[in-house]
């Protein structure tokens, strides 16, 4: 691979122009360009190659306090990703890796050697899985999915596991390693397309469509948990956290990962009403950060190439190209356009 010649580089970048008010808009973001410049010494110029696109950005970009800081108005926005080595001052990092790492949403990032930490940048071995299944289920979705089950929700052989959002990133780590672990699996998906999915190809022994009509969830846990439910791995929040709660066993675990029929709300967050049955069930709800297990990513990673290697794990990933469509690709995470682990492609791979 021939070197670039890094000053004839410009870097397109995506900033955050205000802070929207329910979904996000165009006029929301301001597109920039920089020039790139040589690494300083012990650092390291990355070329991104593709960007995680992740519910969390719509919470980043809110004023307030939250277990991250929120981008600041005219910042790069924030978002993780894969990308090359391109060029390098650091004894830790040659030209032509592959790494993972805090790139924002841009072409390049130059980083200095006391920024690696922070960064979270990290190299990434491609035989353990694609560039995709990178930011998938080897990337920051698997890893929630893989501790939020099996650190909170804690599953045993034969307990019935329900996961919302369960054809998306973080929902089929979930349900796929609750069948591994030997439990039922439900999943709650929008449209027969992603539940059909996850039931033929992902294993699940039944997904129950929630747009089907406003009792569809009701009924589909009815017909699907004649044992009840045991663990319930909450992404969506809203009117489902509270018709699962009303089927929950005596010492349920609710993981509480996401919110996302939340995120775009103009008025307060709906709580549950159902949460005496925590109390009648001498149940928990537990939130979990993913970030706090960063630690023991590299045995979650390794267990999980380890199922994608003998065939006990799928990875779906949804690709769209171009850093330009950012702002329109996001929104899809929030309509369910997406199908699989939401990716953008900055550069050809
Ligand atoms: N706690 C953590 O550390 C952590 C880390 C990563 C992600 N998360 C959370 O995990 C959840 C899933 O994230 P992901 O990256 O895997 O996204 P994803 O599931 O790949 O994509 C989002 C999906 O959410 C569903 N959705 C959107 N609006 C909805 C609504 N109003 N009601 C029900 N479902 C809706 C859509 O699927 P349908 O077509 O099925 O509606 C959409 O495809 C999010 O809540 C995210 O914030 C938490």
Known sequence: MSAPVLSSLVNHQV??????????TRENWHFTTEAVAEPEDGGVLLQTLALSLDPAMRGWMNEGRSYIPPV?????????????????????FA???TVSAGFGVQQYLRLAPGEFKRNGIFKIDLRMGSLTQWLNVLGMPGMTGYFGLMDVGQPQAGETVV?????????QTVGQMAKIKGCRVVGIAGGQAKCDWVVQELGFDACIDYKAGPSAVREGLKAHCPKGVDIYFDNVGGEI????LARINRKARIVICG??????ATTAVAGPKNYLSLLVNRARMEGIVV????DRYHLAIAEMASYLKDGRMKSKEDVVQGLEHFPEALLKLFNGENFGKLVLEVAPT
């Not at 996961?163 to 929902?171: E, F, H, K, T």
């Open 15 to 24: 900033r955050l122009a205000s802070r929207p008010v329910g979904m996000p």
């Open 72 to 92: 600041a108005i005219d910042e790069v926005m924030r978002a993780g990703g894969v990308g090359r080595v391109i060029a390098s001052k650091s004894p830790q």
């Open 95 to 97: 030209v032509g890796d």
């Open 163 to 171: 996961v919302s959002g369960a054809a998306g990133a973080v929902g």
């Open 241 to 244: 956290l509270d018709t699962v």
């Open 259 to 264: 919110a996302i029929s939340q995120y775009n």
């Open 291 to 294: 970030f706090d297990y960063a």
